[in-house]
């Protein structure tokens, strides 16, 4: 089936680093992406990592990918309570010309000072 | 460019009702994608058309649900006789595709979406 997943919740203090996790279900997707939904606005693309890597670092944002596990994080430093949001993590599946995304859940993060 | 557009941003309606969202995407874009986002989930892939042409629909999208895109640019999702199980955040979203593989991916832009109450 298809079924990305995440854990439904995390909490943390502003300041504190947040770690939120994924668990994909294909070990041959090709790209593997984390999204931020804020309450009203459209999903917006944090950052994204190709299969062949396992670490990408951008900013305050960094992701680790362990293929082996189909394990997906997102560490988010320095948490602001700007960072208050759903963030979702997707795929693709590795089939020939479609890049359709599939979503896990969403893990809600909330930040408090 | 103002990104991916969406109308009407909400609709309410009648159970048995016809519905219909438009979705403008980013001019330049070839791929339009429709997303379902039911609450306290994911989105979920409907279809997506490259271009004009509809290239694969979810299972999800049933004999009720239509999509088009006529002349490449807009797109048109439409339910008919309405149902409360179809109430949801419908989302649109755009991209420039070029083929698959590790140098040419390209991203996603989403609209706000469209939210359906179905009553």
């Known amino acids: 089936g298809e079924d990305v997943e995440q854990s439904l919740f995390l909490s943390v203090r502003e300041g504190d680093s947040s770690v939120i996790n994924c668990t994909y279900t294909?070990?041959?997707?090709?790209?593997l992406y984390w999204y931020k939904q804020e309450p009203g606005a459209g999903l917006q693309l944090l950052t994204y990592?190709?299969?062949?890597?396992d670490m990408k670092q951008d900013q305050r944002l960094t992701v680790l990918l362990n293929k082996k596990d189909k394990h997906l994080s997102l560490r988010i430093a320095d948490t602001q309570t700007g960072d208050s949001a759903i963030y979702f993590c997707?795929?693709?599946?590795?089939?020939?010309?479609?890049?359709?995304?599939?979503f896990g859940t969403g893990t809600r993060l909330q930040v408090f000072p | 460019d103002t990104g991916v557009s969406q109308n009407p941003r909400h609709k309410i309606t009648k159970r048995g009702q016809n519905v219909t969202f438009r979705c403008d995407p980013i001019?330049?874009?070839?791929?339009l994608y429709w997303y379902r986002q039911t609450l306290g989930q994911g989105p979920e892939f409907l279809t997506y058309?490259?271009?004009?042409?509809?290239?694969?629909k979810s299972r999800l999208l049933s004999d009720r649900f239509s999509a088009e895109r006529p002349k490449g640019s807009f797109s048109t999702l439409e339910i008919q006789r309405t149902e409360q199980g179809d109430s949801a955040m419908y989302l649109c979203?755009?991209?420039?595709?070029?083929?698959?593989?590790?140098?040419?991916?390209?991203?996603?832009?989403f609209g706000q979406g469209t939210r359906l109450t179905v009553v």
């Open positions: 979203a755009s991209s420039l595709f070029r083929g698959k593989g590790f140098e040419s991916y390209t991203e996603a832009f």
């Open positions: 990592i190709f299969s062949n890597m």
């Open positions: 294909d070990s041959s997707s090709t790209y």
């Open positions: 997707a795929e693709t599946p590795p089939f020939y010309n479609t890049d359709k995304l599939i």
């Open positions: 001019s330049e874009h070839n791929r």
């Open positions: 058309f490259q271009n004009e042409a509809q290239l694969e």
